[in-house]
């Protein structure tokens, strides 16, 4: 296990770790929907938006398909899910603003005084599959205080693959065991702690809403485990 | 020429514009041979230092070297500037010390005041050809609060090429025309007006100290021309 003590940077997943990407999304749909006279059930459009998210990534991962962002991946299942829902008609604005939702997230209530206080001690960052663009545009939006945003589009590899964090760390100088990756997901957590960063568990029980079947709690034994970015700053001394 | 009501986002050169590299590192080498008890002309040293920077980027430029980020190059500088000067014995982490000088350069008097009136209308961000760990634990040091860190380690050139600027906007979802170049270099902004970007020159007559030949003014129309990043976000209406 990663000495604590060591930690010079902090570095956070994002999509439900720092933002409520779920919630948001439902918003920025049914604002969108009532705008334009569009009847659909956007809870079930953001779940099922989501639910492309990791096949998407996974041709990428794979190698099947060239390096790709995520903006794009977000449009191309876009475009299914419009005709999926049998929405048409949208103008390639119109798309584009629905697709920048993913821009437009808001964080969860502890996640700015949060990430002020760590901010005070420790370097902090994103480590993201999300592009660098979409959080540079999401962390203006909602304020989030970043020193760096760094992720897949900067690693050239999307999570879990051992180089998005390996060149994470090493971007910045590090040595693996220097950084530590916040999230919400057990499964990010292990694939960090097994290339030896250090790892915090913050539990974000409703994340998927009503269809969250897991990371309820920390699956295992990691370096810190708390209900809240203040109470992970309360773990790391963070005044 | 850009219309600067499109502009979005403003992109900096660091080196010189943000930061006065000269001053800061003649201070770091005096302070660190003052401890270790060494003799030597450290203006010289820090003058001979940044003469090496162009040539050791040109070699990467013109494809002679595979990508390499600054951090190496100023390592290689530095190793063939501690012979040149006779200096010798010291240990690995005292070199690597050394060599992160170019983390720790102070910014101008107006450069603070200035970045955090540009932050609340525009997403700000470098265009360095600094490597974003350098430009990171830079900012860090120096509270510069940038939204986003890119530049050539990102772009994966760097400036003047042309895919260091169109990359960059690429990279956060603008066209060329949404970015401006702010810059204290004619040249480096020469670059940029030539790829679409919209341009601003800030003065920095003392950058090279009693070495400065050029840059002391705008040697063409660029969209703005401003003596400090204060008077820039006053041209900009940054209140």
Not at 115 to 123: F, S
Not at 152 to 164: Q, S
Not at 167 to 179: K, M, S
């Amino acid at each position: 296990m990663a000495e604590i003590t060591e930690v010079k940077a902090l570095v956070f997943d994002v999509f439900g770790t720092v933002v409520d990407w779920r919630t948001s999304l439902i918003r920025e749909l049914e604002t969108f929907g009532t705008a334009k006279g569009i009847t659909a059930d956007w809870t079930a459009f953001a779940d099922d938006w989501r639910a492309r998210y990791q096949p998407a990534m996974e041709e990428v991962r794979s190698g099947r398909r060239p390096w790709t962002i995520l903006d794009v991946l977000h449009r191309e299942s876009l475009e299914s899910l419009l005709t999926k829902y049998g929405i048409t008609g949208l103008s390639e604005a119109e798309k584009d603003h629905v697709n920048k939702a993913w821009h437009r997230l808001s964080p969860w209530p502890d996640t700015l005084p949060g990430l002020r206080r760590l901010k005070t001690r420790y370097l902090i960052g994103t480590l993201s599959n999300g592009n660098v663009g979409l959080l540079a545009w999401m962390a203006k939006y909602a304020s989030l205080p970043w020193d760096v945003i760094l992720g897949a589009e900067v690693a050239r590899a999307y999570k879990p693959l051992p180089e998005a964090y390996l060149r994470t760390a090493a971007i910045l100088g590090l040595e693996p065991r220097q950084v530590m990756l916040v999230a919400a997901h057990n499964d990010d957590l292990a694939a960090a702690a097994a290339q030896g960063l250090a790892t915090a568990f913050v539990a974000r029980p409703t994340e998927y809403g009503p269809h969250q079947t897991k990371d309820f709690r920390a699956d295992r034994d990691w370096d810190v485990v708390a209900d809240s970015f203040t109470g992970l700053a309360d773990a790391l001394q963070c005044t």
